[in-house]
């Protein structure tokens, strides 16, 4: 009887818990509005020719969600169809070995979603397979580097059991990636002995057996010391008059190049697989992180409708709102590289005669830079590395960074100026502070509930 009374009583107690907590998430419902001038309709833009047909999905097939804090469920589920690869049986490595690593390449370059995502995610994973895979091939001999024949086998290989676990066939021409890169290419030194007695080998592998992902890109321990090992080995038997190794030539930082290849499969030799791949995709977001991925074209007319001091904000706004929206067609962007993109186009603008702040005048958020989902609601991918998740029943998903809606940094604003991607606390992102004024026990209940996995890869699938 005590038993009976005891699970009833804390029935009781969880449903008055969940009870709480349902009243905070009602209390944080934000309703999102379109925007003026802005089309109605989710187009994607043209991909590579060879991949898929544009997708059209208007916000009509879309049910209604009012709390945009709760995940949003795929409208179209789908699933890899995977086959036995055709392989050469000239590629002399076990790759089930590798298992586990192709197939996290594989559902993070998976068809659909592969050239929306390959610079963020595609790539940077298909880069660090390439690495690991030389360090799997090279363990069984003293070379650090395959000879060319056999790295085109292998490539060869490796891009058809991808495509065959649901990656797009089409890996080298959306991503930087060759069979050249598996040979050393000019790099001098090539094999294990003599890279160890060059390179001091016991502090690479202490800066980079651990990577911070909160400080690496800020106060960088491994990528200095990969960089000098390169340099070491690039310079080995080095002649006076050989142009090619100077230091700061084009050639030499070829050579350079071609030998941190080298030095990251000797990093494969070492660490495991599941520690050498998150060591090399933190190190591949600090470098996509830097830059801004997006194409602009001339904005003439946004610079005609909005120049001067106090431009109309009708039809600056109209103007704005069109340009962005052709942006937003293009991929899927991290909230440092929306930063770096919001400032790259506010610098065009304003050496176009264009002097007020039109992101504040027009409400331009940091996520309008990037792929809309769900008629008006942006995703921001987060700037630490992050994976396409495969699950039986949802398809493919990812996690979109939607804590808050940050105006975008205009180039002469104070915000810009106060604003450090490598914050003293080292935290990632380094955003500017919201306009809006929320109380602080509100705000922080939002932004945990907010910070929730939005699955939102059926408009791409």
């Not at 086959?83 to 050469?88: A, G, I, R, S």
């Not at 502090?203 to 960089?227: F, H, N, T």
Request: with cysteine.
């Amino acid at each position: 009887m005590g038993h009976h009374i005891g699970k009833i009583i804390c029935r009781f107690l969880i449903f008055a818990i969940w009870l709480w907590g349902s009243q905070h998430v009602v209390s944080q419902k934000t309703e999102f509005e379109p925007k003026p001038n802005v089309p109605d309709k989710f187009v994607l833009s043209d991909p590579p020719i060879g991949l898929f047909e544009p997708i059209e999905i208007s916000p009509a097939v879309v049910p209604h969600n009012p709390y945009p804090v709760e995940p949003l469920s795929p409208l179209y589920p789908s699933f890899p169809s995977t086959y036995e690869p055709v392989l050469t049986g000239r590629c002399p490595v076990n790759f089930s070995s590798l298992s586990d690593i192709i197939d996290k390449t594989a559902s993070d370059c998976s068809a659909p979603l592969a050239a929306l995502v390959g610079n963020v995610i595609c790539c940077p994973q298909v880069n660090s397979l390439m690495h690991i895979f030389q360090g799997v091939y090279s363990s069984e001999s003293d070379m650090l580097v395959l000879q060319q024949a056999t790295a085109n086998y292998c490539f060869s290989d490796l891009i058809n059991i991808l495509a065959s676990r649901g990656a797009n066939s089409t890996i080298p021409t959306l991503c930087p990636v060759k069979s050249s890169y598996l040979t050393g290419g000019s790099c001098p030194i090539k094999d294990l002995v003599t890279f160890e007695k060059i390179v001091n080998a016991s502090k690479l592998l202490d800066s980079c057996s651990m990577v911070d992902p909160l400080k690496e890109c800020c106060r960088p321990i491994c990528q200095p010391a990969i960089v000098e090992a390169a340099f070491k080995i690039s310079l080995r038997g080095a002649s006076m008059l050989d142009s090619s190794r100077i230091p700061g030539s084009t050639a030499g930082i070829t050579v350079v190049n071609d030998c941190k290849g080298v030095v990251y499969a000797w990093l494969s030799r070492k660490l495991s697989s599941e520690a050498a791949n998150t060591a090399y995709r933190i190190l591949s977001s600090c470098k996509v992180n830097k830059v801004c991925p997006l194409e602009f074209e001339e904005p003439s007319s946004v610079i005609k409708a909005c120049h001067g001091m106090a431009p109309s904000s009708l039809s600056c706004c109209s103007a704005l709102n069109t340009y962005v929206a052709s942006i937003q067609k293009q991929m899927l962007i991290t909230n440092r590289q929306a930063i770096n993109c919001a400032t790259l186009f506010g610098s065009k603008l304003e050496k176009g005669g264009v002097t007020t702040n039109i992101y504040e005048l027009c409400k331009v958020d940091l996520k309008d830079f990037s792929l809309q989902s769900y008629g008006q609601q942006g995703c921001l991918l987060r700037s630490l590395p992050a994976d396409i998740v495969f699950d039986n029943v949802t398809g493919f998903s990812f996690t979109c960074d939607l804590s808050d809606n940050i105006a975008a940094p205009w180039p002469s604003s104070s915000s810009l100026s106060s604003l450090s991607l490598c914050a003293p606390e080292m935290s990632l992102p380094a955003l500017p502070i919201p306009q809006a004024s929320v109380s602080s026990g509100s705000y922080n209940i939002a932004r945990t509930i907010i910070s929730a996995v939005y699955v939102i890869s059926s408009i791409l699938l």
